[in-house]
């Protein structure tokens, strides 16, 4: 296979485009489109490991002779090599990096340098990350091709689920989506989240004309920087077109049960500016309160409607809230794995029977697989890599066999490996090649291979690879402290108590080390209760280096630290002031220094 330098790349931009050309076409959406999109999906699938091949020639080709690629590359004249010998040629001379590798490039475009340092096109916008996963927030490139993969994996997920979930056209989404503080950098360029940047694009109002459907709210309430005052509407719209509400949705179903522990306390006033066709004095910010007042009026039945819904269910703890106030919603849609698992119990306990679908697999560098089986429960999910998005490479993970003199257990990593070769049933490290700039990227996400779509593989997310409770020799990730915390919960939840979120901390200042989780619980419990939920999580890490250390004592016994309410909203708070966006936030699962004012249960 032969890639020369004008041809096989605009040939292969062809291919790439043909999602974009059947997402602008004038056919309806039930129909003939839901048909070619899935149709496109079954040949890019199909061929997978060779469109791999042509996404990488097409990535280098668009971006030759940038900084970053030159350093590798130097004056090699890739244009004219056979793509499968460019594609062993890029594995062999450009090494695997992180983002700290990517930190300095994308620090001086911010900074208003304008050379081609990684793409070839001028990057104009920054995507920041939530910064909740390593405590800071990290720059990434954005380009107007970010903005086209969300609208292509929107559009293909969507023909999915209309398969088993079919909505009315002209129907309303009631959405939970928020943006963050959009920043200028020194240079000029704009920073913001990838949500932020994709609601202001031309591509998200394409999907809202192209599906028919709706979100209940307008730009106004979207783009509130406070974001109380934008979920008080969120839910307020909502309620006025409940009869058209088709789903509810949320990037993260964080923000869909944080919207709902608004609602129980808020309803009340909700319902008052229904009836009366007001909007409440907490709404200050004047284009949200214009824009929400433009389309509200008296609505006292459906006022009274509501208000006995709500008393009702009150009393039944708000089990089963979302069908009955949305009656007509088919399913509830957001990202539900990983860092999110947490939240699903009490999604489950506000929408009752209804459907809960999880959201595709992404990130902020991109995205990465569809969700072809909307049927699946959240917890058995996978994503079918989706091949012309980026370039994928795997690195495999073995287990090491523990050693007992150490203590540590970890993985050895083999040599990265294209999409064409990875295994069902192995465990991978995900490593990107993007349109935006990032080359052979470890993105830091664990996937187990479930299965293929055709030729391209369906992945399991794992966990984040990164550490985050350590003392000496243990080794604990965010998957292992999650487990931890859903065993001690269960025991919460025996005696009537309800655990609302936590965070953890490795406390090493005085010795012997151990750890710290902070949980912030609704409802009364007893002090054994609490002892018995901390013992029950100490013995739930099994790593093998926890494990000794706990038996020597070069680890002491865990500390469970009762926080008071509403905790945990402060720090949602404070990640929002710093320029977090709700629909991206995260609850950090670590967190730093001394907490001598909690009370600990060891």
């Known amino acids: 296979m032969l890639l020369r330098s004008l041809q096989a790349p605009l040939l292969l931009l062809q291919r790439l485009m043909e999602a974009a050309q059947v997402v602008t076409s004038n056919g309806n959406a039930d129909g003939d489109y839901q048909y070619e999109i899935i149709s496109w999906f079954d040949s890019v699938s199909k061929n997978a490991a060779m469109v791999q091949t042509e996404t990488l020639g097409q990535i280098l080709h668009l971006n030759y002779g940038v900084e970053y690629l030159k350093k590798w590359f130097g004056d090699m004249k890739i244009q004219d090599m056979d793509a499968c010998a460019l594609e062993s040629l890029y594995a062999s001379l450009v090494p695997l990096a992180s983002h700290a590798d990517f930190e300095p490039f994308i620090q001086r475009i911010a900074d208003g340098d304008t050379a081609p340092i990684l793409t070839q096109q001028p990057i104009t916008t920054l995507s920041l990350s939530s910064g909740t996963t390593e405590g800071r927030q990290k720059l990434l490139p954005f380009t107007r091709h970010s903005s086209q993969t969300t609208l292509h994996i929107y559009r293909l997920a969507a023909a999915y ?22 920043l200028k950098t020194k240079g000029g360029l704009t920073a913001g989240t990838a949500t932020t940047h994709y609601y202001a694009s031309e591509e998200f109002n394409i999907k809202q004309e192209k599906t028919k459907s709706f979100t209940c709210s307008p730009q106004e309430v979207i783009f509130g920087v406070a974001y109380k005052q934008s979920t008080y509407c969120h839910l307020l719209l909502g309620l006025l077109f409940w009869d058209e509400v088709e789903l509810i949705a949320s990037t993260f179903a964080y923000s869909i049960v944080q919207a709902f522990a608004t609602f129980e306390e808020q309803w009340e006033e909700i319902c008052s500016d229904i009836k009366d066709g007001t909007l409440s004095s907490r709404i200050t910010l004047p284009r949200m309160r214009k824009a929400v007042l433009d389309i509200i009026s008296p609505s006292p039945c459906l006022a009274s409607q509501i208000e006995a819904i709500c008393r009702d269910s009150k009393a039944s703890n708000w089990y089963g809230i979302v069908p009955r106030l949305w009656p007509n919603a088919k399913y509830v849609y957001s990202i539900m794995t990983g860092s999110m698992q947490p939240y699903l119990k009490k999604l489950k306990h506000y929408a009752a029977s209804l459907p809960l679908v999880s959201a595709d697999y992404g990130s902020t560098e991109g995205w990465i697989g569809v969700n072809l089986d909307p049927c699946l429960p959240p917890e058995d999910v996978n994503f079918a890599v989706i091949p012309t998005f980026s370039y994928f490479e795997f690195i495999p993970l073995n287990k090491k066999k523990q050693d007992l003199t150490s203590g540590t257990v970890g993985y050895i990593e083999d040599e990265p490996v294209p999409l064409s070769q990875v295994k069902i049933g192995q465990e991978y490290e995900l490593v990107l090649t993007t349109f935006t ?60 108590g309800e655990l609302v979120d936590f965070t953890s901390h490795a406390e090493v200042m005085h010795q012997p080390g151990h750890y710290m989780i902070y949980w912030e619980i609704k409802g009364e419990v007893e002090e054994r209760v609490l002892g018995e939920c901390c013992g029950v999580m100490d013995a739930s890490f099994v790593d093998h280096g926890y494990v000794v250390s706990r038996r020597t004592s070069s680890i002491g016994p865990l500390e469970l630290c009762i926080v008071e309410t509403g905790t945990f909203n402060k720090v949602l708070d404070y990640f929002i002031g710093n320029g977090a966006a709700l629909g991206q936030f995260k609850t950090p699962r670590s967190c730093f220094g001394q907490h001598n004012d909690l009370e600990p249960y060891t």
């Open 161 to 182: 689920r209309s398969r088993v979930y079919p909505i009315r056209e002209g129907g309303r989404i009631l959405e939970f989506i928020y943006s963050s503080k959009q």
């Open 437 to 496: 700039g990032l080359y052979r990227y470890r993105l830091g996400d664990v996937v187990e291979v479930a299965g293929f779509h055709n030729g391209t593989p369906k992945l399991n997310f794992i966990f984040r690879r990164e550490l985050i409770l350590t003392v000496n020799i243990d080794k604990n990730t965010e998957n292992d402290l999650q487990l931890a915390v859903e065993r001690g919960s269960e025991v919460l939840n025996k005696y009537g």
